[in-house]
């Protein structure tokens, strides 16, 4: 079982900063929203799940901390700058905008009860749906799986990145921990910031499975000599076309998958789908500091001052996808009827 | 112009230490063959051309050496022994082996003249050799160029990996040096020595042209953005069919190519076609260390004791190469033919 990444104790808000790992396994309590923008945009928290979850706690410690601070606050304006200001942490996983539009629906309910008790309750309630809609991930996922299949991630989508069971990662701990499966994983490590071999490796070593460590170049040839059954990675945002987001590389692999006649699937809660954008053109990519991919642990590895480009994500056009994993079950194509009517089972 | 990186002086061999790049530009005087060998085998000299040279210097210091240390030896015997062990520095670079065969016809001549003498000038000569088919290399490819064009490269193949002119950049260096084109370049990082980041990033800047590193799980998104008008690499191995093995990654960026109607173009001497290997299934990959995965410059990057994939090469089937580019001319399909015709221009 993955290990616990944010989460709310005796009214307190703890995450496990990500980006010691697997190095040093660092506990932080979060006080401010100050703290939280910043633990989201450094990636302290990361994976689209895991940042929803995140930015609810943020607007609670806001409100919490201003109770304390300033009797008399106006909290609901507190509430509401602490949503806008989050909002500006991450521009890609919808997750993000996704928790906010949930914890302004509470907001504006203006109900007698404490609205800082109100929050945490929110906050808590999307960090249990989480854990609750990966299970169902998992469950359904795991059906594609047999013993013996050797499945090839990208990055990071596993407990790590969620409020606990993960999201592409699940099925191989449902296969294995529910089902007695074998499953062995091929990690690409995940350049810039190395989630993979950092964290994916990491969590499945942690939990007893077979995990080996690649470049990212070296999926190609992984899969031509015939040692990958399937890939399942995760997604920071699905368009309603079925078009996705996810972090850079992941379209790279897409390409060698179909190549090789490898299915490829995308493992995400419905959280993460977007039908408000229409395909994968619409959404924000964020490029981040050229830092990320000229300094590997502050260590130079170009010389100075070169030249670098640094998106975050890519986008993968849906006729890549086998098909979607979501908590309602398995997405086949025509993904854009399909994704929606998963809304409403 | 690039740098100098193996060379001969007053009858001294020296080589830029290139695991240093760029942070140090540090020279080393090698005077045993035990050097040598460690040279190559921690890439200090790499690239395939440049491994050709200093494996024939390799047996000439082993023989000048044996010479002062120990009059009336066999130096003969000394220099075949020194060609069987140099052979067995790295396996998939076939300019090793086609060099080390020059040098034992050379052995074998058993003229009256000084064998050292001999083996000496047979090293330069041969790096004489090289410089000129690198600037041949360029002219021919540098017509494939027109002004305001961006070159993909995988790896480096430029300056550093040959006696000097490079493969994959002499055309970027001859249209931009003799036809003063306006030529940029995309540089893969190149994971996981980082010749991308570290070589071509520095040389090409050293030379004033325009290069921006990416990680290379960035490639393909990339050129889907329209950015990138051609890829030129280099080769270690090309076989009579056109199959070839480069550094790993560059199937990705072969498939990329292809998928998004981007012109792929291999760029390597004659020495590097190995007419002796009907195709890439047969070309020796060398597996290297796990640490150079699992740590980056001595920092560890994923948990102790993962498993790790290390291929240091791929082959790319020939049906993904546009054409050829050697000191002889442009070679487009059927390969089979158009590469061993080269030999008898």
Same mark, same amino acid.
């Given at each position: 079982?993955?290990?616990?990444? +944010?989460?709310? !104790?005796?009214?307190?808000?703890?995450?496990?900063d990500?980006?010691?790992?697997?190095?040093?396994?660092e506990?932080?309590?979060?006080?401010?929203?100050?703290?939280?923008?910043?633990?989201?945009?450094?990636?302290?928290?990361?994976?689209?799940p895991?940042?929803?979850? !995140?930015?609810a706690?943020?607007v609670?410690?806001?409100?919490?901390?201003e109770?304390?601070?300033?009797?008399?606050? *106006?909290?609901?304006?507190?509430?509401?700058q602490?949503?806008?200001?989050? /909002?500006?942490?991450?521009?890609?996983?919808?997750?993000l905008?996704? /928790?906010?539009?949930?914890?302004?629906? $509470? +907001? /504006?309910?203006?109900?007698?009860?404490?609205?800082?008790?109100?929050?945490?309750?929110?906050a808590?309630?999307?960090?249990?749906e989480?854990?609750?809609?990966?299970?169902?991930? @998992?469950?359904?996922?795991?059906?594609?799986?047999?013993?013996?299949?050797?499945?090839?991630?990208?990055?990071?989508?596993?407990?790590?990145?969620?409020?606990?069971?993960?999201? %592409?990662?699940?099925? #191989?701990?449902?296969?294995?921990?529910?089902?007695?499966?074998? =499953?062995?994983?091929?990690?690409? $490590?995940?350049?810039?910031?190395?989630q @993979?071999a950092?964290?994916? !490796?990491?969590?499945?070593?942690?939990?007893? =499975?077979?995990?080996?460590?690649?470049?990212?170049?070296?999926?190609?040839?992984?899969?031509?000599?015939?040692?990958? &059954?399937?890939?399942?990675v995760?997604?920071?945002? =699905?368009?309603?076309?079925?078009?996705?987001?996810?972090?850079?590389?992941?379209?790279?692999? /897409?390409?060698? %998958?179909r190549?090789? @006649?490898?299915?490829?699937y995308v493992? %995400?809660?419905? &959280?993460?789908? *977007?039908?408000?954008?229409?395909? @994968? *053109?619409?959404?924000?990519?964020?490029?981040?500091?050229?830092?990320?991919?000229?300094?590997?642990?502050?260590?130079?590895?170009?010389?100075?001052?070169?030249?670098v480009?640094n998106?975050?994500?890519? #986008?993968?056009p849906?006729d890549?996808?086998?098909?979607?994993?979501? $908590?309602?079950? +398995?997405?086949?194509?025509?993904?854009? &009827?399909?994704?929606?009517?998963?809304?409403?089972?």
């Open positions: 079982m993955p290990v616990k990444t +944010i989460w709310s !104790a005796n009214g307190d808000v703890f995450l496990l990500q980006t010691l790992l697997p190095v040093r396994k506990v932080l309590q979060i006080a401010t929203v100050e703290q939280m923008w910043d633990a989201i945009k450094k990636l302290r928290v990361r994976g689209a895991a940042i929803g979850v !995140a930015a706690y943020g609670y410690v806001a409100v919490k901390k109770a304390l601070d300033n009797v008399g606050a *106006d909290l609901v304006q507190v509430a509401r602490a949503c806008d200001y989050l /909002a500006t942490s991450r521009p890609t996983a919808v997750n905008f996704w /928790a906010l539009d949930r914890v302004r629906a $509470e +907001i /504006a309910k203006n109900s007698g009860a404490d609205l800082t008790a109100r929050l945490l309750d929110l808590d309630r999307i960090r249990t989480d854990d609750v809609a990966c299970r169902e991930i @998992g469950r359904h996922g795991a059906a594609l799986l047999k013993s013996g299949d050797t499945v090839l991630t990208h990055c990071n989508a596993g407990g790590l990145a969620t409020a606990s069971y993960g999201t %592409a990662l699940a099925p #191989v701990y449902y296969a294995t921990e529910e089902e007695k499966k074998h =499953i062995a994983v091929y990690a690409d $490590e995940t350049r810039p910031l190395l @993979g950092r964290l994916t !490796a990491w969590e499945l070593k942690e939990a007893g =499975i077979p995990v080996t460590v690649i470049c990212d170049s070296m999926a190609a040839s992984v899969m031509r000599s015939g040692r990958i &059954s399937l890939v399942i995760g997604a920071d945002r =699905i368009a309603a076309n079925g078009d996705f987001a996810n972090k850079i590389g992941t379209y790279m692999v /897409a390409l060698a %998958a190549e090789h @006649g490898i299915p490829f493992a %995400a809660p419905l &959280s993460t789908v *977007d039908l408000a954008v229409p395909d @994968g *053109d619409a959404i924000p990519i964020e490029e981040r500091a050229s830092e990320e991919v000229s300094e590997i642990q502050g260590v130079a590895i170009a010389p100075d001052g070169v030249q480009f998106p975050a994500f890519d #986008v993968t849906h890549f996808v086998t098909a979607f994993i979501t $908590e309602k079950g +398995i997405v086949q194509p025509p993904f854009a &009827s399909g994704l929606k009517a998963q809304f409403f089972k």
